[in-house]
């Protein structure tokens, strides 16, 4: 009798997820979709995440689009505990204080779309959001946030991303309380759907 080993969906999930972090972080990988003549993409994903729940939908969203992904990622990692990690994040916002980025989107005039994805942190975008917005000219171009949370909702993320984007035309946003993969993916899969006019 031949034993089978049975692979999860959040395992294999995880494996691919690995793929496009190869790179290094704060660096550019291209989606699987079309490309411009110039093997360029005209479509960004820029993402920040602390568990990979934004990185599941960040990379969904760069291959369904074909879209160029990016990590943003903050100069000085934050924390690995969880309850430092919420100090110093509500001490950055208490200041408004901007952490300084590893690196930001070479060549980002030649965008037209920015996906733009992070998890609420004390009921709003974490400070590194701001910095990205602020380190890269969205005027004119249509910025897509997506955003994960723990069951609190947006809190006034939205506000932080268009207060810091004055110049960007802003899509509908997606939400997604963390939970099951699958039920995120299919979700995902119809906002994008819902934004391709």
Not at 112 to 133: E, M, N, Q
Request: glycine share 10%.
């Amino acid at each position: 009798m031949t034993s089978t080993k049975t692979i999860s969906r959040r395992q294999a999930l995880k494996g691919s997820l690995a793929l496009p972090l190869a790179a290094g972080m704060g660096s550019l990988t291209t989606g699987t979709g079309p490309a411009s003549a110039t093997g360029r993409t005209s479509s960004l994903v820029a993402y920040f995440t602390r568990t990979g729940n934004t990185r599941l939908i960040a990379t969904q969203i760069a291959r369904a689009q074909g879209a160029t992904l990016f990590q943003i990622v903050p100069r000085d990692p934050y924390p690995e505990d969880y309850e430092e990690q919420v100090a110093q994040a509500e001490d950055e916002r208490r200041r408004a204080y901007l952490p300084p980025l590893r690196g930001t989107v070479p060549d980002f005039d030649g965008f037209d779309t920015v996906y733009l994805g992070f998890p609420i942190w004390g009921t709003t975008a974490p400070s590194v959001i701001r910095s990205f917005l602020r380190a890269h000219d969205m005027s004119g171009k249509r910025l897509a946030p997506f955003v994960t949370h723990g069951g609190y909702g947006l809190g006034s993320s939205l506000a932080v991303v268009a207060e810091q984007a004055p110049g960007a035309r802003l899509a509908d946003a997606f939400s997604k309380e963390c939970d099951q993969e699958r039920e995120t993916l299919r979700e995902v899969t119809q906002w994008l759907d819902g934004t391709a006019r």
